[in-house]
């Protein structure tokens, strides 16, 4: 049986579409079979009680649900990486992410119920979806300068003391906790820090 399904992609590279393998640590090869990985497919590696996963700089786009419904404890998102598509690593058991600086868009649920304490948004990010983070253990983040819009609900169900956010980003409904975003919508939408024990 082959360790991996692929399909081929318009950029010559191909789409790992379904992993065989039994390996719950599993690092993806950024060749394979002569060819460049350039993307992880739909739900390629949902609900194969993965612990840790290494994603190759090769890879550019990461699709809905890639790595659903895991046991994930570690990942390593490639330097290529520019798309995380919606519940890509939704219900793992993440405690740290790294998003990398060619990272634009984050997708709706992209890390939902995980148990996130440690989260770093590269400088790239533009758009997080909404519930992008729902339900971790956030006690604080620093939303990048390129941010300009913020997704429903993408950070409740978090423990948030402090946020960190640019100026004028849009916030959808409870983006940040409703607190948060009173204050910041109320205050004009300025850079800054907020912290929860000034939100009146």
Known sequence: MELFDTMVNADGGISITKYSGESVDVEIPSL????????????????KRLTSVV???SVTDIGEGAFYDNDLERVVIGKGVTSIGNGAFAHNRLKK?????????????????????????????????DRAFYGNELTSVLIGRGVVSIG????????????????????????????FDRFYNAGGRQAGKYVSTTLH
Request: aromatic share 6%; net charge negative; charged share 20%.
């Open 32 to 47: 394979f079979e002569g060819k460049l990985v350039t993307a992880i497919g739909d739900e390629a590696f949902a609900g």
């Open 55 to 57: 994603i190759p700089d």
């Open 97 to 129: 992410v790294v998003i990398p600086l060619q990272v634009v868009s984050i997708g709706d649920a992209a890390f939902a119920y995980n148990q996130l304490t440690i989260l770093l948004i590269g400088r790239g990010v533009t758009a997080i979806g």
């Open 152 to 179: 429903e609900r993408a950070f409740a169900g978090n423990e948030l003391a402090c946020v960190r956010i640019g100026k004028g980003v849009t916030l959808k409904d409870n983006a940040l906790g409703e607190g």
